[in-house]
């Protein structure tokens, strides 16, 4: 399935102000809990609650082929880090890229990725009874 993209600027602005903070050598994570997040869990086809996905990458970093390269690094280790761990979901989450992102690969902002996740408490823990 598709992530839903946040392309609202204010939700943008409402994530960097209010958010939870997570600042990292190639990335930063800006988390905030979707108040929309019931009603899109019952216009949802399978009845669940989903995570909404911005990116945000300045021109900072470099040209065009640069910052199209760093969404796609964040996006594929994104996709990583949602098949391998349980992630809360109904939350708002902005990543942005910080310019030490050219050159990485999808495993070195895996790794940050994962450990800004935990340490922002986005994570699930199973216990098994």
């Known amino acids: ?3 839903i993209a946040i392309k609202e600027h204010h939700l943008y602005n409402k994530v ?3 958010g939870e903070r997570f600042v990292g050598r190639y990335i930063s994570v800006h ?3 979707d ?3 019931k009603k899109r869990m019952l216009a949802h086809p399978q009845k669940i609650y989903t995570n909404r ?3 945000s990458v300045t021109k900072k970093l470099g040209g065009a082929v640069q910052r199209n390269r760093a969404k796609r690094v964040i996006r594929a280790a994104f ?3 949602k098949d391998s761990e349980n992630l809360k ?3 708002l989450i902005v990543i942005s890229a910080r310019p030490t992102i050219v050159g990485k690969s999808s495993i070195d902002v895996f790794s940050e990725l994962s450990y800004a996740m935990k340490k922002l408490g986005m ?3 199973h216990t098994e009874v």
Do not use: N, V
């Open 31 to 33: 988390i905030l809990p």
């Open 53 to 55: 996905i911005g990116l």
């Open 35 to 37: 108040f929309t997040a």
């Open 1 to 3: 399935m598709k992530d």
């Open 16 to 18: 960097f102000t209010r």
């Open 79 to 81: 996709r990583m880090l």
């Open 89 to 91: 979901s109904g939350k």
């Open 123 to 125: 994570t699930q823990s």
